[in-house]
């Protein structure tokens, strides 16, 4: 059972000296009973004391990472029931199902690699390979090892077998990027708890209902691997959801430690709508790796979509970075306007820029994430504000002429930046960003 803040409160050292950044120890228990914070922010705490917090601070789901480098995944530590609550912490992976009996498997693994695509300044891809040994022969699966590692050295690598000498032969090729062994079952759960343990990488455990892949990951843990993937053996769109739903409730609500892992869900489906259908509610019912059959961009963006969706904090705006974008090559004499930072109105705004075909630059400021008129009416928009930008950003001096193009919906901000920017022009441009090409041919 988890401590409450009060249990909590009476390991602390209760000296108040607020390095934790609370005002007081019992502020900070009332945190670490809420996993807000960990129990390394209290620098004076007992080892004896840490010990025995170390389990209340500790996400309900185990964290895992798959792969190495700046692609690899993360997975697990899921604190929440709802994303509105607070938010989801680390976007499912999806992984492509390559079979060591395809004739194709280089042509999936330059999908793999070509799945990359940028959207609202996030950078989305198809994260994982699951290599599966469909012909039951270690040599077929290792050679495929082989290519993957060397055709797809980036993405994260699930090795799909319930023979333990055939996954050992596969992991050569992924010496030290952590690596998931899928297939741990009850009649061979010790031997392939070993490879997992010489191979540094985690281990779906695979049973027939929750009880079952309960007991298992207990026994596993006995075996000496703690980082633990669950496959409940959930086949059907209804008991995806409710062992999903079970999963997840059982890890949050009862601290129930035995499922308190992330789970893997196999969508592959002979219909390919179908498969998307069943991907994008593992997406959205607590799925933590979506192993699919194929890739078409159609897919790829419609659960890239959903998942950015998904997994955005819904109490946090989606931002891009403050600063001057050029949009073409714009030299001395191309148009300079601003926007705010909100992510759909600098993409909206960029994206009319750019059809126009006419190289300018976007000045976008910092306002929190809010859009124009929300800026504005927040006081993040303001004319001292964008003056200090633009003053800042040094843009002035790669310009002809000093002239700064505002929003036609803050029109009233006008006169008050002609008065902070000396020496500039200030331009009223149009209301919606869909007449931009218009405005700008027409300079």
């Known amino acids: ?42 620098p004076d705490i007992s080892e004896e004391a840490k010990a025995v917090l170390g389990e209340a601070s500790a996400p309900p789901i185990r964290p895992i990472t798959m792969g190495d480098g700046e692609k690899a ?7 929440v029931l709802f994303r509105h609550e607070k938010k989801f912490v680390h976007p499912c992976a999806l992984a492509l199902e390559i079979k060591d009996t395809d004739a194709d498997a280089e042509a999936k693994l330059a999908e793999v690699t070509g799945s990359e695509l940028d959207r609202v300044g996030q950078l989305l891809r198809i994260d994982a390979i699951y290599l599966s040994n469909d012909s039951g022969d270690a040599g077929k699966l290792e050679a495929l090892a082989k290519l993957v590692a060397e055709k797809a050295p980036d993405a994260a690598a699930i090795i ?39 191979a540094g990488g985690a281990l779906v455990v695979s049973a027939d209902g929750l009880e079952a892949v309960s007991e298992l990951t207990e026994k596993v843990k006995g075996a000496g691997v703690e980082d633990l993937i669950i496959d409940s053996g959930a086949k ?51 799925s933590s790796i979506i192993v699919l059959s194929s890739v078409e961009k ?59 075909k006419v190289p ?15 800026g504005w009416a927040a006081g993040k928009f303001t004319a001292t504000k964008i003056a200090q930008v633009i003053t800042e950003s040094g843009v002035g001096d790669k ?21 902070k920017l000396e020496g500039w022009k200030i331009t009223v441009g149009p209301r919606e960003a869909n007449a931009l090409p218009a405005f700008l041919k027409a300079r």
């Open 1 to 42: 059972m988890a401590m409450t803040g009060v249990q909590i409160f009476k390991l602390l050292p209760k000296t108040n000296c607020k390095k934790c950044g609370h005002p007081t120890c019992l502020a900070f228990a009332m945190k670490l009973a809420q996993r807000a914070v960990t129990i390394d922010d209290c």
């Open 73 to 79: 995944v993360k997975i697990g530590e899921e604190t």
């Open 160 to 198: 799909g077998t319930t023979d333990p000498a055939a996954a050992e032969a596969a992991l050569k090729a992924f010496s030290g990027k952590k690596p998931v062994i899928c297939g741990a079952t009850a009649d061979n759960f010790e031997a392939m708890a070993k490879v997992a343990k010489d």
């Open 236 to 286: 059907t769109v209804k008991q995806i959801i409710e062992d999903n739903v079970l999963v997840r409730r059982a890890a949050l609500n009862k601290s129930f430690k035995p499922l308190g892992h992330p789970v893997i869900t196999f969508a592959q489906r002979d219909d390919v709508m179908l498969e998307t259908l069943v991907a994008s509610l593992g997406v959205c019912k607590f």
């Open 298 to 356: 159609w897919k790829n963006l419609a659960l890239y979509t959903l998942r950015q969706n998904i997994y955005t904090d819904p109490q946090v705006p989606m931002q891009v970075k403050q600063e001057i974008y050029e949009i073409g090559e714009p030299g001395e004499d191309a148009p300079l306007m601003i926007t705010t930072n909100f992510s759909l109105t600098y993409f909206i705004v960029s994206g009319e820029i750019e059809n126009s």
């Open 360 to 374: 300018s630059r976007l000045a976008v400021m910092d306002s929190e994430g809010l859009s124009v008129l929300t």
């Open 399 to 419: 310009l002809k002429e000093k002239e700064l193009i505002l929003p036609g919906y803050v029109a009233i901000l006008s006169g008050a930046l002609e008065d």
